[in-house]
């Protein structure tokens, strides 16, 4: 079976590992990896359990997150309710969060699915078509056949543009602000925005900062609005001394419930994986680990079953053990980013231990959604964690609150 892979960055790197180990080598087109991302980079304890076979995560530079500073949505005041810091432990070696560069991730894992057996080829694949019982990958430079084809190119997708459907903006966020270069941090800063939906964080790099803001693609704010608005937030922070700020921009599927539940991901031949398929959690826009296990998943079904019976078994994972997650994380993510929840958590944060360890659970991939509710209320902190579950889900979400919960 010939395979195709269109996209080197995680997920197309994780299948294509897989793979070759399973002596099934595939194709790699991508003309750009590997290259830095806008995202914070964190790598959260499942998801390096995925690739501890395959990086040496202790040989990458890297930062490991300390603690959690959580902002509230308007600046402190006399009175008011100030920051949040919350310990992070737990994970490899005590961290619950290690953050590496992109480009130096996204090499080490890419180096090593070549090294497996799998071929790179550098070239910009153009169109994706079927031709007869196979595909045609057609790049700048030529056309090449396959028998399957995985679709782990982001949210631009060309995989999914030409054999299912693109995202529609109300299934996308915009996420825009800058590396701030010459500074660095042990800790992540996450910021529940007033001017619109959405969240900003600074996550610490090696050797620099990532900090931007996440807003829903439908809301229709400008990248140069959003930039704005961290350049103001770096500069209270005063990041903005000694610096160098490079602005980025960058789409992240961000789908409803019921788009979680529904969307294509695969189809006679081909699959779609990581953010080609949408698999980012809506809540925290959080990506990559989806991205390796969903690669792994795929290259595990090929590896076992011809390209069209491996498309349905990977679907299936994706309904039952997936999906349900994300659906759930979209169900929350209005209401855990508006201002009076997050002026509530930053208060409960700072009250209540019991609580704090739940957050940190959460945010680290340790706690899904599914049992939160139940979680919550078995912290017996019952004021505030029947006024958190209130605000997470108010009466329009009544109908819901089990499978939440």
Known sequence: MTIAIIGAGPAGAMAALRLARAGAPATLFDPSHPREKPCGG?????????????????????VVVRSATIEPPVPARHGAVHAADVPLTGGDEGAALVIVS????????????????????????????????????????????????????GPNSIVRKKLARPFSRGQLSVAAGYFVRGATSSAIVIKSMREQPG?????????????????????????????????????????DRGTTLTPYAWPIPSVGDRDAMHMAVEGPGWMLVGDA?????????????????????????????????????????????????????????????????????????????????????????????????????????????ARSIRLLLPPRFGSTMNNVG
Do not use: N
């Open 42 to 62: 964190g790598l959260t304890g499942r998801a390096l359990a995925l690739v501890a076979d395959a990086v040496d995560i202790r040989s990458l530079p890297s």
């Open 102 to 153: 992109r480009m130096v991730f996204d090499r080490a894992l890419l180096d090593a699915a070549v090294a497996a057996g799998a071929r790179l080829l550098t070239e910009k694949v153009v169109d994706v078509c079927r031709r007869g019982s196979r595909f045609i990958v057609k790049t700048d430079r030529g056309e090449h056949a396959a028998d399957c084809v995985i679709g782990a190119d």
């Open 199 to 239: 969240y900003l964080w600074s996550f610490p790099r090696p050797d620099h900062l990532a900090v931007g803001i996440c807003t829903p693609a439908a809301e229709r704010v400008s990248s140069a609005l959003l930039r704005t608005q961290s350049h103001y937030w770096i500069r209270q922070h005063g990041f």
């Open 277 to 385: 398929a949408g698999l980012v959690d809506p809540l925290t826009r959080e990506g990559i680990y989806y991205a390796l296990l969903s690669a792994q998943w795929a290259a595990d079904a090929l590896a076992t079953a011809s390209a069209e019976r491996a498309a349905s078994l990977y679907a299936s994972r994706v309904d039952h053990e997936i999906r349900p997650e994300i659906a759930r994380a979209a169900r929350l993510s209005g209401p855990f980013f508006s201002p009076a929840f997050s002026s509530l958590l930053v208060r409960t944060l700072q009250e209540s231990g019991a609580i704090r360890e739940v957050f940190v659970d959460l945010v680290t991939g340790v706690q899904p959604y599914r049992g939160l509710r139940r979680r919550l209320l078995a912290t017996r902190e019952w004021a505030l964690a």
